[in-house]
């Protein structure tokens, strides 16, 4: 069963976002990232990445807070990731996005990314204007443990 099949009960998602595929387009992504990515990344991936997408998956958090209502997290699709990480590229910030790969937002102003933050090696968010390791939060160790297993979404509710 793929990372897909076993989403976590707290994140929500629509399956017609769903379109498998992308293999030419990951090979780019292995090709380019500037650290190494886990597998179960590639896997995800290839699960979202097929002809049809709209460049990223959307899962959202019920929050407990009914002023918030829910927590939009987007993780992109091969395409659009190879395509965002020159969006965040600037002089003053060469040192961090070096060892990072940006995977997702939340349609606002954090980012996601897979990286060797203060905390190791592991998926964090951050505020897009605020790029560095001083600043973002470590969610998990991999994109299993955030959407499989549930790690890190009550500290991403808790924000």
């Given amino acids: 069963m793929s990372i ?13 976002e769903v379109y498998p595929g992308g293999k030419e387009i990951i090979k780019q992504i292995v090709e380019k990232a500037p650290i190494q990515l886990p597998a179960d990344y590639y896997e995800f991936l290839s699960c979202i990445s097929g002809t049809g997408n709209i460049g990223s998956i959307e899962f959202e958090i019920e929050s407990d807070d009914e002023d918030i209502g829910s927590i939009p997290i987007c993780l992109w699709s091969a395409n659009r990731a190879l395509g965002m990480q020159n969006e965040f590229a ?14 997702g937002d939340d349609l606002g102003d954090m980012v996601y990314f897979y990286g060797f933050g203060n905390d190791g090696f592991g998926v964090y968010f951050v505020e897009a204007g605020s790029l560095g390791f001083e600043y973002a939060y470590k969610i998990a160790d991999t ?10 979404i009550d500290f991403i509710t808790a924000l």
């Fill in 4 to 16: 897909i099949d076993n989403i976590n009960k707290q994140l929500k998602f629509d399956k017609d």
């Fill in 90 to 103: 600037h002089p003053m910030k060469e040192d961090f996005i070096s060892k990072v790969w940006f995977i």
């Fill in 143 to 152: 994109l299993t443990d955030f959407l499989v297993n549930g790690i890190g």
